[in-house]
């Protein structure tokens, strides 16, 4: 067969679907020529002639004896190439890991300085067009090393405002057992109020850090994608639980209460890691010894997490049994993400993903709001007086709580 | 410049504070009042008692000036890409192409270009400077008082520059707006008699002012007295920083363009010379600037334009565009330090060595 022969020689069956993937094939070709041409002869460079656009982040401080260790990211779109490094006002020594960073490139820069405990630093990097990134420590201190011992100093917060406060809330499900449903909704009601609440405090916190972020990350995008993909993915599952344990009832589907507490716990448990991870970091840059009364603070707080639980528990009925394990599986899935969040917070922390971690919390939070809002709403006194009214005492009661440590 | 300055704060210790709310509201201040606030913390204790004690938690940073350990700058400058040596410039007075006019009087011309450079200001920072001859400072001019200084100025650049010189001269050549102010590609001549004797020095004068002059449009103009000064090693030292972010303050200090040039190469000289410095402030934003020798003292020539010492010193500051002439031996050999004596300047690049050798 010649060239020009096989070029043509193209049989209808196959050839209709050949066709058609090349017609997909178009729009990307396209695209591609596009690309090749802007780069190749870069139009908007020859009626611009725009400077580069330096920008430089510090995503992670360290300080040890004698040192000072910095891990930048370039965020913006030219490349930088850091020449020198300022330390309160003087040309110091350095090193650094990879002076021309190009676009999202990181590396690290190390400063060899007699550093003050309890003073400020300031630190400015300067690039080789002159370009400044300054960098404040407002308070200097130590970074924790990563030993056994800080590890279970880190632990042990982590336990004492996520796991121990959670387990503490849940004994309250004997006693909610035993009241009549209309009370039962009034806990319920409660749950939804503290979640509400939650979910303010999460996404408050979660823009913080997304307005922390250096611009190419894009901190507040990735906020939004761990909220909604997380949203989603729960949407996904309830439907999914739901769906088996209705297993046909028509109409009615209702969420058993061990299911619902179970959200709830994911909720609250995705809270305490972003809770977790702000306390870690914030102990990690100095201020751990005023922590005894913040984790006082965080263990009142959080002791009505477990309220929330145990109210989807107690439609159960005094007969109604929830296994010793599932109640340790509650306790574990609400309290003990602090425990990781916490060693996060303090060893490596970065805003970036910090507010994807408050992106997923929120999200989490928002969708069980919805369930348990949803489930309370379907109960016989989801809408009395006394189930609103457990819902502003779960505001009140947080806000109360939380003025000692939010 | 384009720099998007501040760095994304530590949100977690803000946070932190915030969180602390009623029980911690000292904690926010503790930076503005000192270490003393921070009382409170008992963990802190033993750290504060070392630094009450003076120790710091780091190992000793003033190790030497070897550039790897310390106070400095990290690397070289390629002086032979910045196209000047800030080490050459020292002694590199230029009496121009000289005649004689009819009345026998000593004509000294020369020719400078305004054009834009970029000059490696620190190892590795580059500055967009403008430059007379392609140097900053530009070419130091000398002549005795009494002769006749024929300058053909050309802007080869995109703004209207001058050279103002500081003298006496008629109004027509004083280089300022609307009087010797060259547009660009044009050229003029300024043509004038040096006086009076001293250390002088000239300057653009175009507007904006401030931009003109610290993006590097300045020099030394050393006007001898007629019976001239007894020999000495002499140099020009013109003390200039440089605004490399455009913000406003000055990130290097600098005597003759380079941070530091004079510590990590020190300036040699011979145990019992007369030493003869001529030195410029032209320092933009800030107010003063000032040179301290260590370990010596100096007969201090104000403004170079008296034959005796007006005072015998080892400091003095200068405001912009003040200039002295000072005069030392070092009679022992050694390193000696020398510098302003504003700390911030020294650490931001104003510093250096003479090394006096047998």
């Known amino acids: 067969m010649t060239a020009g022969a096989r070029s043509t020689a193209v049989t209808p069956a196959p050839g209709g679907a050949g066709r058609a993937a090349a017609r997909a094939a178009v729009p990307v070709a396209g695209l591609l020529a596009l690309v090749v041409l802007l780069v190749a002869f870069d139009p908007i460079g020859a009626i611009t002639d725009a400077p580069p656009v330096e920008e430089l982040a510090v995503e992670r401080t360290v300080l040890t004896d004698g040192e000072i260790e910095l891990r930048v990211r370039n965020d913006g779109p030219d490349p930088v190439t850091v020449a020198q490094v300022i330390v309160n006002d003087a040309y110091w020594a350095h090193t650094v890991s990879d002076r021309t960073l190009t676009r999202l490139d990181t590396a690290t820069v190390r400063v060899p300085y007699p550093w003050e405990e309890g003073l400020p630093l300031h630190i400015r990097m300067v690039s080789s067009t002159g370009a400044t990134f300054d960098h404040e420590i407002d308070v200097a201190t130590g970074t924790p090393e990563r030993d056994g011992r800080s590890l279970g100093v880190y632990a042990l917060l982590g336990l004492a405002i996520g796991v121990v406060p959670v387990a503490l809330g849940l004994l309250w499900l004997p006693s909610l057992r035993r009241v009549s449903a209309r009370w039962i909704a009034v806990a319920l009601a409660f749950t939804v109020g503290l979640l509400a609440f939650l979910l303010v405090d999460t996404v408050d916190e979660g823009l913080e850090l997304a307005g922390a972020t250096g611009e190419a990350l894009g901190g507040l995008e990735l906020f939004a994608v761990g909220a909604l993909v997380v949203i989603v993915v729960l949407l996904a599952v309830e439907s999914a639980t739901l769906r088996r344990s209705a297993s046909g009832a028509a109409g009615e589907v209702r969420a058993s209460g061990l299911s619902l507490a179970y959200l709830v716990a994911v909720g609250i448990g995705l809270h305490n890691l972003g809770e977790g991870l702000a306390v870690g970091a914030a102990s990690a840059r100095g201020a751990v010894a005023l922590g005894t009364a913040l984790v006082v603070g965080f263990a009142v707080h959080n002791l009505t997490e477990g309220l929330a639980i145990a109210a989807p528990l107690s439609e159960h009925g005094p007969g109604g049994g929830v296994s010793a394990g599932h109640l340790a599986g509650l306790v574990a899935v609400a309290g003990l993400p602090t425990v990781p969040g916490a060693w996060l917070g303090a060893y490596a922390f970065s805003p970036a993903w910090a507010a994807l971690a408050f992106g997923v919390a929120a999200g989490a939070i928002a969708q069980v709001l919805w369930v348990v809002g949803r489930h309370l709403l379907a109960t016989p006194d989801g809408r009395s007086g006394a189930a609103a009214a457990g819902f502003v005492v779960a505001l009140v009661v947080m806000y109360v709580t939380g003025l000692a440590v939010v | ?358």
């Open chain 2, 1 to 358: 410049m384009s720099a998007t300055g501040p760095l994304a704060p530590d949100p977690g210790r803000r946070r932190f504070l915030r969180r602390l709310g009623m029980a911690g509201a000292a904690v926010g201040g503790a930076a503005a009042v000192g270490p003393a606030a921070l009382g409170g913390a008992s963990t802190r204790s033993s750290r504060r008692r070392d630094l009450a004690r003076g120790h710091v938690p780091g190992h000793p940073a003033h190790q030497g000036h070897d550039g790897q350990s310390g106070m400095g700058t990290v690397g070289q400058v390629d002086h032979a890409r910045n196209g000047f040596d800030p080490h050459a410039m020292l002694t590199d007075f230029d009496g121009g192409t000289t005649s004689r006019d009819r009345s026998g009087r000593t004509v000294r011309e020369y020719a400078i270009v305004a054009a834009p450079k970029e000059i490696e200001v620190a190892p590795g920072v580059f500055f967009p400077a403008w430059a007379y001859n392609g140097r900053v400072p530009g070419p130091t001019i000398r002549a005795t008082a009494g002769d006749r200084i024929r300058i053909t100025f050309t802007n080869g650049s995109a703004h209207p520059h001058t050279i103002h010189f500081h003298g006496i001269h008629p109004a027509a050549m004083d280089g300022v707006p609307g009087a010797g102010e060259v547009h660009p590609g044009e050229r003029f001549v300024y043509d004038f008699v040096a006086e009076p004797f001293g250390t002088h020095l000239y300057h653009c004068h175009s507007l904006p002012l401030a931009n003109h002059i610290h993006r590097g449009l300045y020099g030394a103009f050393i006007v001898d007295p007629p019976g001239g000064r007894p020999p000495a090693n002499e140099m020009v030292m013109v003390m200039n920083a440089f605004d490399t972010d455009f913000d406003g303050e000055n990130e290097i200090y600098a005597a003759n363009t380079v941070a530091f040039a004079y510590m990590d190469r020190p300036i040699t000289m011979r145990r019992g010379e007369l030493q003869r410095v001529h030195v410029v402030n032209i320092t933009e934003f800030d107010p003063i600037n000032s040179i301290h020798l260590h370990a010596n003292f100096f007969d201090l020539y104000r403004t170079g334009t008296s034959l005796e010492p007006h005072e015998f010193t080892d400091t003095i500051s200068m405001g912009q565009a003040e200039r002295h002439m000072i005069e030392f031996r070092y009679d022992t050999p050694g390193r000696f330090m020398f510098h302003a004596h504003q700390s911030e300047f020294v650490e931001l690049g104003w510093m250096g060595f003479f090394e006096v050798e047998e």
